[in-house]
């Protein structure tokens, strides 16, 4: 374990540093262009390739690294290689195929995904969904990559590639307000390509090698694309979700769709720091423990992680929940970004930060499932939540509006991570769960307390919020007090896994 901590810690570390480089691209383009609607059309075309090809890309990503790892373990280094040459060739030429029919019909495409826009900007999506559209290639081509790194143990290295991709759409976006709008668009797209030539350059080093070669007779194919079929509709149910928020969002005031993306960003900056790294890391080793069938040894790890997640996403919810306009007006409040998209994107924040825990032990027990070999179980759930989530959608988006699109997305997670962990509990048998519903409650009690506190002390410091330092300053403070008091508590409850996972950190540090 000490070994994945390790690995966990770099991971995060770069992680942490990738995710600042996309804010500071978030930053950039929220202070050029604020929440207007041009910044609504470039989102939502940036979404629709994304949306479409990504499903079939994640699916394929996700299911290569147990198939290939499993390769290599019971044949040899070289077929897996032939085996990955395969896929990429595969992914290439449905990918093609994708982007010239998309490009073809943008039109029904864009007004599919924005059935409120009309007039000019509906022009603009058009436009700028013509040229992002090529971007399908990139992206199949990119999940592949990032899968075969990770299964050879390079976790950082697709984590750091985004560094230089945010970087290349900043200078696009401040290039764009000085010079023209459409260098955004193409800089954007040149970006993914960029990214796909840094990837490009790290497998080579691990051994891989391009051929023009597919095996469409390998049984490993066909066993990889029995299991993608379930993992693609589980990933294009939630890609369904994205399309039908976007499209309701479309028809709310301007900016609705850049706050909902605003509020995300930062409610997804926090899972890929915590949880996302985590998974990276874990899901190549969780595969061996699967393949050796040792269930025991296998519950254990199940649970050590879960409980992490539960003492880590909780507080971290509830904090970011009581200082949602601080930390948005402190990220992006320069500008064109002003008091009113911050406070449409705090309160979209403050919501989307419910369901944080439900999004973290999905993206977990999601994986759980896949190492052991069973896609179809997390397909089912997740058509399930997206049911729920679009009747949510469309009963709170007329009281709540942009709100009630954030809350119903995350009452529609946390219910996807109960059913994961009651099928899950079917599966394998007992997996603690009283103690992981009273670890919950001590956790929910401490972080509520921690709430009050924390908002007690900005509201009694916030005489001194006059400038960005000093808002700074008392916004880390904030924090600072939150986690002291959500530790204190802790303590006080004797929380045993608390304990278990500070000793690991501690036998960490002494390394």
Do not use: W
């Amino acid at each position: 374990m000490n070994k994945e901590i390790k690995s966990i810690v770099i991971v995060s570390l770069i992680t942490i540093l990738s995710r600042l480089s996309g804010f500071i691209r978030e930053m950039t383009l929220a202070s050029f262009y604020g929440v207007t609607f041009f910044t609504d059309a470039y989102l939502l075309s940036n979404a629709i390739p994304s949306v479409i090809f990504s499903g079939i890309a994640i699916a394929l990503g996700t299911i290569f690294i147990p198939v290939y790892s499993n390769i290599v373990e019971n044949e040899s280094k070289n077929k897996a290689l032939d085996f990955t040459n395969t896929i990429i060739n595969i992914v290439i030429l449905i990918s093609v195929l994708m982007s010239v029919l998309t490009i073809m019909f943008t039109k029904p495409i864009v007004m599919i995904f924005a059935s409120g826009f009309e007039g000019e900007i509906l022009k603009l999506t058009i436009k700028f969904s013509k040229v992002l559209l090529l971007s399908i290639v990139f992206i199949g081509i990119n999940y592949i990559l990032i899968a075969f790194l990770e299964a050879n143990k390079k976790y950082y290295i697709p984590v750091f590639s985004r560094i230089p991709v945010n970087a290349f759409i900043i200078i696009s976006i401040i290039l764009s307000y000085i010079i023209n709008i459409n260098i955004l668009i193409y800089g954007t797209l040149l970006s993914m390509f960029l990214q796909t030539i840094i990837l490009v350059s790290f497998v080579y080093k691990v051994g891989y090698r391009y051929k023009v070669f597919i095996n469409i007779k390998d049984e490993n194919i066909k066993k990889m694309f029995v299991l993608v079929i379930p993992v693609f509709l589980s990933t294009a149910v939630g890609k369904l979700n994205v399309l039908i928020d976007k499209s309701l969002a479309s028809t709310l005031e301007e900016g609705s769709i850049s706050a909902l993306n605003f509020g995300d960003k930062i409610n997804l900056m926090i899972y890929g720091i915590v949880i996302a790294s985590m998974i990276t890391v874990i899901y190549p080793n969780m595969i061996k423990v699967a393949l050796k069938d040792n269930i025991i040894i296998f519950k254990r790890y199940i649970i050590k992680i879960i409980n992490i997640i539960i003492l880590l996403v909780i507080p971290l919810s509830v904090l970011t929940m009581c200082l949602s306009t601080p930390i948005v007006k402190i990220l992006f409040q320069r500008g064109h970004f002003n008091y009113r998209a911050t406070f449409l994107t705090s309160e979209t924040l403050f919501y989307y930060s419910i369901g944080l825990i439900g999004i973290s032990i999905i993206g977990f027990l999601t994986r759980v499932f896949y190492s052991l070999e069973d896609s179809k179980t997390p397909v089912i759930i997740g058509v399930l939540t997206m049911i729920v989530n679009i009747i949510l959608n469309f009963l709170l988006v007329n009281y709540l509006k942009h709100k009630g699109l954030a809350l119903a997305t995350s009452i529609s997670s946390l219910f996807g991570a109960i059913l994961l962990l009651f099928y899950l509990r079917k599966k394998l048998g007992s997996i603690g769960e009283i103690k992981i519903i009273f670890l919950t409650i001590k956790v929910s009690i401490s972080s509520l307390f921690m709430f009050m506190g924390v908002k007690l002390f900005y509201k009694i410091s916030n005489f001194l919020n006059n400038n960005t330092i000093t808002e700074l300053m008392l916004l880390l403070f904030s924090i600072i007090i939150g986690g002291l008091i959500y530790l204190l508590l802790i303590k006080l409850m004797k929380v045993k896994e608390f304990k278990l996972v500070s000793k690991e950190v501690k036998t960490f540090l002494k390394l």
